[in-house]
């Protein structure tokens, strides 16, 4: 039997396995931002993984970009996140929920009264969001103030203790996809004359300075980071230099003794080979730095080459997202090698029961 079916410790987390399931946006918060009945129950059917990850949570209403999403910064939102902890955990399974801020990606009917998106940049990306009578082009932003910075990085710790109270096991700082930080990041999208922007190390500071809060706030032992370092999402084009951007990002992350590092390898979703990168380079440099912190892969991963990829030793930890909509038993189903129930595109966003809660088990 492969290692991927075996127990992990990771950072202060005991797991049952290596299956993790990844974020998944679903858009089915109830009023308030609050996660729904159903959402215990969906989490719930799936903790048989090793660990899951949730959704995308805003860490402050500004960090909201679309309709319905959950947040982690409210007592209610804390008293919402606690039913669907104690639910995952009565069933032995362990949760950490994905801090988000999406930046530019967002639309001022979904802000507080009067506000804009905020970002690295007053550029706006060329993209779409979901709001309140279907899609719609992002809201021009404005660039945040270096002296506003303090602010964010003192959002993602609350929102770190707030996941917390409400339970969870630890967090995941979302860094990928084109949201707030991946916006910090790239040169692409980053035009900033500030210590915030220009060489490779300004532009990473503002993650650094969040990892730095998180860390303090929970332990290294219960924080991850996701990364994506190609991945073209939400119009956030490609760095001039990726490989040099996140080896510092890693050179950065690894004293921090971080649980795990979540990496997209490609186009979040889609194609693996979308632009040239070494990952490979990149776990060699974090496993120098730290050889505790587990490596946590994702994109496109089906059974055998999570089976090759964990037993190479190339990774620590296989995340799947899709498969895990459709199949709340993937681990069972991946262990005996059964079909894997396909996924309906029209119910991954809103809705209800439907396409969320009633997948069937073998
Ligand atoms: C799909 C739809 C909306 C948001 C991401 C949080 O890509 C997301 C997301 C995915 O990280």
Not at 22 to 38: H, I, K, M
Not at 215 to 221: A, L
Not at 241 to 254: G, Y
Not at 284 to 291: C, G, I, Q, S, V
């Amino acid at each position: 039997m492969s290692a991927l079916f075996e127990p992990v410790r990771v950072g202060d987390l005991a797991l049952a396995n290596r299956i993790v399931m990844a974020p998944l946006t679903r858009n089915r918060a109830a009023p308030g931002r609050v996660p729904s009945d159903l959402a215990v129950t969906y989490y719930a059917q799936r903790a048989s993984a090793g660990l899951l990850i949730t959704e995308a949570s805003q860490i402050s209403p500004e960090g909201q970009g679309y309709l319905d999403t959950p947040g982690i910064y409210s007592a209610q939102q804390v008293a919402g996140w606690r039913r669907v902890t104690d639910a995952v955990h009565a069933r032995g399974g362990r949760i950490v929920i994905q801090l988000w801020h999406v930046g530019r990606i967002s639309h001022v009917s979904l802000l507080p009264e009067g506000a804009v998106p905020v970002s690295s940049t007053a550029r706006a990306a060329n993209g779409k969001t979901f709001i309140a009578g279907g899609f719609a082009p992002v809201s021009a932003p404005r660039a945040l103030r270096s002296d506003e910075l303090p602010r964010i990085v003192d959002d993602y710790r609350h929102a770190a203790r707030c996941a917390i109270e409400a339970g969870f096991d630890g967090v995941e700082v979302h860094g990928a996809n084109g949201y707030l930080l991946d916006q910090f990041l790239r040169d692409s999208a980053n035009d900033r004359r500030d210590a915030y922007g220009g060489p490779v190390a300004h532009r990473a500071r503002l993650l650094a300075e969040v990892m730095h809060a998180v860390v303090d706030e929970i332990g290294g032992g219960r924080t991850g980071v996701r990364l994506s370092p190609v991945t073209p999402s939400n119009d956030i084009g490609q760095d001039s230099d990726p490989q040099a951007l996140f080896e510092h990002v890693i050179d950065r992350l690894a004293p921090l003794g971080l649980a795990f590092v979540h990496v997209v390898e490609g186009q979040t979703g889609g194609a693996r080979d979308i632009a040239p990168f070494d990952f490979e380079a990149l776990r060699e440099r974090f496993k120098r730095a730290h050889p505790a912190g587990a490596w946590m892969v994702n994109n496109g991963y089906h059974r055998q080459m999570a089976i090759d990829v964990v037993d190479s030793g190339r990774a620590d930890l296989v995340a799947f997202g899709r498969p895990f909509i459709a199949n709340p038993d993937l681990v069972q189903r991946l262990r005996v090698d059964a079909p894997l129930n396909a996924v309906q595109a029209a119910t991954l966003y809103g809705g209800g029961a439907e396409g969320y809660t009633d997948y069937p088990t073998l």
